[in-house]
């Protein structure tokens, strides 16, 4: 099966490159025109680097007929991609948040269904074991109801690796709406697609390296620590800190937590455990082995299965639309200072 990479930009399509290269089903090909020839980590160069073959526009990966793309680009680029990529005939994973605007997502997920295709938001977290686990003990009824849960991711600042991320005219924003998605969608599947009904968020940028800072004079820059207060219409109250806190000597890039309060008992999951800690003497800083759990494989698996058979792909595009609407309610809260409500689907 063909498949389609388009647009590097992301830190992930590295990570999604490397792993479909080894896979002896997949004819893998790459197109990244918008990067800076001299870039050598994007485009030709990182194709090269990573033995891939490559296309000189999307227009010519798309000409070769993928029957599934993903897409990495810059957020504010996903509409466009996923329009190009569903008029081709091709199932669509697209990398998070699934667009900054509402107006964008609804456009999305209509070109996919006139296609036809899946569309599939790239949230590969709900693949983990740990938290199908979780998730059972909490909807089986033995710890009784579920009363609230504090989210936590973390990370550096993705600027560091791509300055895109500190420029809102292609990210939409900083770390709100970097990171809250990946909470609000483990929420969406705990409470089965229920909606918060307000969203109340605090942020700054006091987190921001400077050489992570875009140009005074050409950008207003982005938030870089955000919590995030969702309330439910049955009473539960979750909080989410999407802030990129981790300095450069943490041991690992970043983090995920849930800890879930219920009736009965206090349940935590945690996505990237270490299997082992220490001290690296020589480098003097902390040393962590993380536990073997390839979330990218699974939610790759799982799409590549959807792509093969027709089936319709999850985490699909209205689950990327409903955590959408949180980013963008907690944005409108930043703006006014009060809780905001989210719209409804």
């Known amino acids: ?33 918008d990067a800076d020839p001299a870039d050598p980590t994007r485009g030709q160069a990182l194709a090269d680097e990573l033995g891939v073959s490559y296309r000189p526009s999307y227009e010519a990966a798309l000409a070769e007929q993928p029957r599934a793309v993903i897409i990495t680009s810059e957020n504010t680029r996903h509409r466009h991609l996923v329009e190009q990529a569903a008029a081709a005939g091709a199932h669509v994973l697209c990398e998070k948040p699934l667009a900054t605007t509402e107006a964008d997502a609804l456009a999305m997920i209509e070109a996919c269904e006139k296609a036809r295709v899946s569309l599939m938001t790239a949230y590969p977290v709900r693949f983990h074991p740990a938290f199908a686990a979780l998730r059972h003990s909490l909807t089986d009824g033995s710890l009784g109801r579920l009363l609230s849960v504090h989210g936590v991711n973390n990370s550096s600042p993705p600027a560091l690796e791509r300055s895109w991320f500190a420029d809102p005219g292609l990210s939409g924003g900083g770390a709100v709406m970097d990171h809250t998605v990946h909470i609000a969608d483990l929420l969406d599947m705990l409470l089965e697609g229920e909606q918060p009904t307000h969203v109340y968020a605090v942020a700054n940028d006091r987190l921001s390296p400077a050489d992570a800072d875009p140009d005074p004079e050409s950008a207003e820059g982005v938030e870089t620590a955000g919590l995030i207060t969702l309330t439910y219409p049955r009473g539960l109250v979750a909080t989410i800190d999407c802030s990129w806190s981790h300095p450069a000597t943490h041991p690992t890039w970043g983090g995920l937590t849930l800890t879930c309060v219920t009736e009965r008992a206090l349940a935590e999951f945690d996505a990237f455990p270490p299997l082992l800690t220490g001290h690296n003497t020589p480098q003097a ?36 639309l409903r955590t959408l609407r949180i980013v963008l309610a907690a944005y409108e809260s930043l703006i006014t200072g009060q809780p905001a409500t989210v719209t409804a689907a």
């Open 1 to 33: 099966m063909k498949v389609a990479v388009l647009s590097l930009a992301h830190v992930h399509a590295a990570t999604y490159l490397q792993l479909l290269r080894e896979r002896p089903d997949i004819e893998l090909i790459a197109a990244d025109p």
């Open 285 to 320: 800083t902390p040393r962590w082995e993380p536990a073997a759990t390839d979330l990218d494989t699974a939610m790759l698996n799982s799409f590549l299965t959807a792509a093969r058979t027709g089936q319709r792909a999850h985490p699909d595009g209205q689950a990327g």
